[in-house]
C-alpha cells in the first residue's frame, strides 16, 4: 500500500535560519510527488513536485525539495527561513501516480521573527 | 495562484438537512478531485471525475454523498441528510491529467448544527 509518513508535527525556527522538513514516502514504483502549503484559514496551494529526473526541485516562494531514492525521501527546504513561511505543510502521492492524493500528517511551522 | 472557485464559501446546515456545494475547476483542467479536511487536518478522498465521468469514489455505503460533472455546468458535492461529522472543509481541486499536481479552490467550510 502506498503511504506518506511526515514523522515532525510541529516544527519551530527562528526567523533567517535554515528549514528543512521531512517526508518518507512507500511505493514500490518511481514515484511523483508534491509539496503544498496551506496558511491559517486558507486552502491548499501547490509549492513543487518531483516527477523525474533532477533530484533537486525548485519551487515556488524560494522553496526547493530533494529526492532521494535511497531512503525513499523528499524533503523541503529552504533558506533563510521567513516569519511568512509560518503555515502547515504537506507532502502528498498521487494513487498510483494517478488520481487523488494520499497526504501525509502535516508538519506546523512556526517562524520566530 | 489557483484559479478554481467554490461556492458557497461557508455553509450551516441542522442535521438531517441538505448541504450542497458547487466547483468550478480550472479552465481546461479535465480532471477534477473532492476531498474532505476535518478539523484535525486529516484528508479524505471522495470522488474525482475526469469530463463528466467518475473515475474513483470512496465506497459510498452511506449514500449520504452525491457528486456531478455535467458538462458546460459547475461540479457539485451534495450532502442528502447532513451529520454532525460532516462539519468539515470541502476541497475541490482540479489538474491537467489525473497524475498532475492538483490546484485547489478555497473550500466550503460546512458546520452542521
Known amino acids: 500500500a502506498q503511504s506518506v509518513d511526515q514523522p515532525d508535527a510541529h516544527v519551530t525556527l527562528s526567523e533567517g535560519a535554515s528549514l528543512e522538513l521531512r517526508c518518507s514516502y512507500s511505493?514500490?514504483?518511481?514515484?511523483?510527488l508534491f509539496w503544498y502549503v496551506q496558511y491559517p484559514g486558507q486552502s491548499l496551494q501547490f509549492l513543487l513536485k518531483?516527477?523525474?529526473?533532477?533530484?533537486v526541485v525548485k519551487g515556488t516562494k524560494g522553496f526547493e525539495a530533494e529526492f532521494r531514492k535511497s531512503n525513499s525521501s523528499f524533503n523541503l527546504k529552504k533558506s533563510p527561513a521567513h516569519w511568512s513561511d509560518s503555515a502547515k505543510y504537506f507532502c502528498a502521492l498521487p494513487y498510483y501516480n494517478q488520481g487523488k492524493l494520499i497526504f501525509g500528517q502535516g508538519t506546523k511551522l512556526s517562524i520566530k521573527p | 495562484n489557483s484559479k478554481v472557485i467554490q461556492t458557497p464559501r461557508y455553509l450551516v446546515k441542522g442535521q438531517g438537512q441538505k448541504a450542497k456545494m458547487r466547483c468550478i475547476p480550472e479552465k481546461g483542467h479535465p480532471v477534477v478531485f473532492w476531498y474532505q479536511q476535518n478539523k484535525n487536518n486529516e484528508f479524505k478522498f471522495l470522488i474525482n471525475f475526469q469530463n463528466q465521468e467518475v473515475l474513483q469514489q470512496i465506497d459510498m455505503t452511506e449514500k449520504r454523498f452525491s457528486a456531478e460533472c455535467p458538462s458546460n455546468s459547475p461540479c457539485s458535492l451534495e450532502i442528502q441528510s447532513s451529520e454532525a461529522g460532516d462539519s468539515a472543509l470541502y476541497l475541490c481541486?482540479?489538474?491537467?491529467?489525473?497524475?498532475?499536481?492538483?490546484?485547489f479552490g478555497p473550500g466550503t467550510r460546512l458546520t452542521v448544527l
Open positions: 511505493y514500490s514504483a518511481a514515484p511523483y
Open positions: 481541486a482540479s489538474s491537467y491529467r489525473g497524475k498532475d499536481e492538483q490546484y
Open positions: 518531483y516527477i523525474t529526473g533532477d533530484t
